[in-house]
């Protein structure tokens, strides 16, 4: 090893006996935790006109969510069937605080939700509020008591209380600070004064929007709107700012929204909620940890298949005994979000089929990644190609095998099959139709055949300019470029587009993009993919009903292609969204992205690696052999990468 220095491992792990086997791995899920946040792809408009929303709060249990709407001064009550989802939201009810204040911006509730507490930008006062049944605005009153920040705030953005109401915060952009205040009654602002005890947040951003405490209070998370991120403090003493100091760990949730407002957790933190001002949308967020302790009192080797991202693997010996000469641990890399727009990446690795047509369009592969497919407008010819390695593009080859489509279209804009291979389906654009062929081998175009079967989608959109279809193929999906609508269709035979009739539902995508040239799903359905010519970007669409567009809605989440092709033609994905392929006729190239988020690894920073450096997390579809050796009995670990990536 490059050092060896001994070392003490965290906790301390005492001599023990040397067992074979299998270990137990202990498995403890930490909240709160922005180091491995994560997008949901979980997002719920509440825009109604031009209302503009500063704040979000839950009560206990998560069956309630309350919104600040600050142009009208009115918080508004919804009603969650499944708590702390979102997607089950219905409203309620709603309760106006102008009387009192002129500009809403946050609001709080005490512990058992009979007291309500709002603080705006007009008064630079928090008012309190009775409310007779808990959490339940209908009955709401003025209690005519207030408390003024004016002294320390001017322009409050969000008010806070610790667990048992004797502390009170107050963030603000007058001087980017927290400020605490002291209530020698809990939950009575008639009795608060200020600590004198304040927090400045100016290093990490100069705009913020929101305060948040973990359950203990002894970390602080603060919502800065300047760089669209939430950041991470730590504080020695529990709900007590003045002993604050910066993790220097922070999230950036620019993606779904350039000016963030708000955040607010579930109960044990394993969720974070974030309130868009731009989007008027709130935005779901992973933030929960894993610890894995490898307990060598029951093994020597340890087997670890993340379901989360993992904060910290650690060693323990509860059970000492003996003597520990070593143990090894078997570390799976597996894909923790797939069809992830939000860190989806492009791996700098691309295809060229212009040897075959230099006017490329659409693009499909076989089920199992081996097999891929390109149609060329120049030619009015689909082409087969082999994949040595499934599902990467830079090991394709033409099999000198093409099918022609010329006698149906002889401009071909895009192309799909069915589930199994048996049938493809071609759209063109000179006669606006899809057309059905037969493949009597699946997936092999030497032995493709013309049905004579044919739909004609002109009546919804005279271009139509790629199709798609649900697993069953009782569904068929057509987008055109003319209405920038995507339209569904039923066909009453599997996949036998001459018994197609359209549903009458459509969902249009202008506001995303006015040139959509392709469309397709996730594998269940319940997610839609755009991709756009005119901002040559990807758009993600949520459909609370498995492929029904009625149901469909913008995730406000994209991603840009723009740095490969500028007009980006075609897209699809593998076969488990790990990996997305546009094809570009701006460059006649296919590129391949990943769109799956690994688990994230740390150790124990008491383990001492080679050169100083733990190792990183193991590929997705990999296995990383890590031993751990004792030269002591078992008082010091040294922890090495015996084997990167087997397979």
């Known amino acids: 090893m490059s050092n060896n220095k001994d070392f003490k491992v965290k906790n301390g792990i005492q001599p023990t006996v040397y067992h074979e086997g299998l270990g137990t791995v202990v498995s403890v899920s930490v909240g709160y935790s922005l180091a491995g946040a994560s997008y949901d792809s979980v997002s719920v408009s509440i825009s109604t006109g031009t209302n503009q929303y500063n704040d979000i709060t839950f009560n206990n249990d998560g069956t309630k969510l309350f919104t600040a709407d600050g142009s009208l001064n009115r918080i508004r009550e919804y009603s969650l069937s499944t708590a702390f989802d979102l997607t089950t939201r219905t409203y309620v009810t709603l309760f106006s605080v102008s009387s009192q204040e002129g500009t809403l911006q946050s609001i709080a509730f005490n512990n058992d939700g009979t007291k309500l507490y709002v603080v705006g930008l007009n008064e630079d006062t928090v008012f309190q509020y009775t409310l007779s049944t808990a959490f339940d605005l209908s009955t709401a009153s003025y209690d005519s008591v207030s408390f003024s920040i004016a002294s320390e705030e001017t322009l409050p953005t969000c008010v806070r209380f610790n667990n048992d109401g004797t502390k009170m915060y107050i963030l603000g952009n007058s001087n980017d600070t927290v400020f605490q205040y002291t209530l020698s009654t809990a939950f009575d602002l008639s009795t608060a004064s200020y600590d ?46 003045g002993t604050a100091s910066y993790d220097s760990i922070s999230f950036s949730v620019g993606v779904q929204d350039s000016s963030p407002q708000a955040i607010a957790f579930n109960n044990d933190g394993s969720k974070m909620f974030l309130l868009g001002y731009s989007t008027k949308t709130i935005y779901q967020y992973s933030t929960a940890l894993t610890t894995k302790t490898l307990d060598l009192s029951t093994g020597s080797v340890f087997e670890v298949t993340p379901t989360s991202d993992i904060h910290q693997v650690t060693l323990s010996n509860p059970a000492a005994s003996g003597t520990v000469s070593g143990a090894t641990l078997l570390l799976d890399g597996v894909a923790l979000v797939t069809y ?25 592969f076989n089920n199992d990644g081996t097999k891929m497919y390109m149609v060329g407008v120049t030619t009015d010819t689909v082409y087969q190609y082999s994949l040595s390695t499934a599902f990467d593009v830079s090991t394709a080859s033409y099999d000198s095998v093409s099918f022609s489509v010329a006698s149906q279209d002889t401009t071909p804009r895009d192309m799909t099959f069915n589930s199994d291979g048996t049938k493809m389906y071609i759209v063109g654009s000179v006669n606006d139709t899809v057309f059905q062929y037969t493949l009597s081998t699946a997936f092999d175009l030497s032995t493709a055949s013309y049905d004579s079967v044919s739909f004609n989608p002109s ?56 040139t959509p040239y392709a469309l397709t799903f996730n594998n269940d359905g319940t997610k839609m993919y755009i991709v756009g010519g005119t901002n040559d970007t990807v758009y993600q669409y949520t459909l609370s009903t498995a492929f029904d567009l009625s149901t469909a809605s913008y995730d406000s989440v994209s991603f840009s292609v723009a740095s490969q092709d500028t007009t980006p033609y075609s897209i699809d994905f593998n076969n488990v969204g790990t990996k997305m392929y546009i094809l570009g006729i701006g460059t006649d190239n296919i590129y391949q992205y990943s769109t799956a988020t690994p688990a994230t690894i740390t150790y124990d920073t008491a383990i001492e690696w080679p050169g100083g450096t733990a190792p990183t997390s193991p590929a997705i579809g990999e296995t990383d052999v890590v031993t751990f050796n004792t030269r ?4 010091t670990y040294q922890g090495v990468l015996a084997i990167d990536g087997a397979q």
Request: no cysteine; proline share 2%; charged share 10%.
């Open 196 to 241: 004198s005890i304040n927090f400045v947040a100016s290093a990490q951003d100069t705009t913020l929007g929101a305060v948040a405490f973990n359950s203990d209070g002894t970390i602080m998370y603060i919502l800065g709107s300047l760089n669209d991120s939430v950041y991470q403090y730590s504080l020695s003493t529990a709900f007590d700012v």
């Open 340 to 364: 992830d727009l939000t860190n989806a990446v492009y791996d700098s690795v691309s295809f060229n089929p212009s040897s075959q047509d230099s006017a490329t369009a659409g693009l499909a």
């Open 459 to 514: 009546s919804q959109d005279a271009s139509p300019n790629d199709i798609a279809f649900n697993n069953s193929g009782t569904k068929m999906y057509i987008v055109g470029i003319l209405t920038d609508t995507v339209y569904q269709y039923s066909l009453s035979t599997a996949f036998d587009v001459s018994t197609a009739s359209y549903d009458s539902v459509s969902f249009s995508v202008a506001s995303q993009d006015g």
């Open 632 to 635: 002591d009995g078992g008082s």
